[in-house]
């Protein structure tokens, strides 16, 4: 049980290139989120998939797109890359929302992102 | 103003010392907390849920006052493992809205 891997782990892209960034989970888990990590600010929602099939923008969406490719996997594009996406980004996922709204989050290791 | 706030630190506390670490939210439809640790160039994990009648996890304690929109970690007999940065985590009623504190750095020395 792997739980939440991601790849690359590490990537150095060129201002204006494009890569995407992959993301499964084994947890048979209904949703799952793209966020991204910078110094001294918690994390920010990029994208967030609610359940198969169904993708939301979420607090920082501009330059990224995003793909729902079924259950387990869930993708971050990025189709021209800034300087100002350089960051550590991590995908989670979580079942989905129940009763008082207690949903847990469990994060894959992270992708570290740098754009020169 | 941010919508959830720590006090970034860092805590430098001995072995076995009791530290505390405190949050604020600003929205007043957040329903559900947490508190995740996160390890230098790791990803977060979930160390505890935050209940309303407050809950313990053998040395930790969290509590939640909505009245204040405050919720608190208390860490007794420090140990050298616990350092790692402690992050509050909110979920806001009605949608997929989570919000991530920027953490509060902890670091237990020998």
């Known amino acids: 049980n792997a739980g939440v891997t991601q790849t690359p782990k590490f990537q150095v892209l060129k201002t204006g290139q494009s890569m995407t960034l992959q993301c499964a989970q084994d947890?048979?888990?209904?949703?799952m989120y793209w966020y991204r990590q910078d110094p001294g600010m918690g994390l920010r929602l990029i994208y967030y998939s609610a359940s198969e099939g169904t993708t939301d923008k979420g607090e920082v969406p501009n330059g990224y797109n995003v793909s729902r490719l079924n259950k387990r996997e869930f993708s971050l594009r990025l189709e021209s890359a800034a300087p100002s996406q350089t960051s550590v980004y991590f995908c989670?996922?979580?079942?989905?929302?129940?009763?008082?709204?207690?949903?847990?989050?469990?994060f894959g290791p992270g992708t570290r992102l740098t754009v020169t | 103003r941010k919508e959830v706030e720590q006090d970034p630190g860092p805590f430098n506390v001995p072995e076995g010392a009791t530290v505390a670490f405190n949050c604020t939210y600003s929205n007043s439809a957040s329903q559900s907390f947490f508190w995740y640790r996160q390890d230098c160039r790791k990803e977060p994990k979930l160390l505890m849920s935050v209940y309303s009648s407050g809950n313990e996890d053998g040395r930790f304690t969290a509590q939640l006052n909505r009245a204040s929109q405050y919720i608190s970690l208390l860490i007794r007999d420090s140990k050298l493992s616990d350092s790692a940065t402690y992050l509050c985590v909110v979920n806001v009623a009605g949608g997929f809205k989570t919000i991530f504190g920027a953490g509060t750095r902890l670091f237990v020395k020998a």
């Open positions: 989670a996922s979580s079942e989905a929302w129940r009763g008082a709204g207690r949903r847990e989050q469990y």
């Open positions: 947890m048979n888990h209904n949703s």
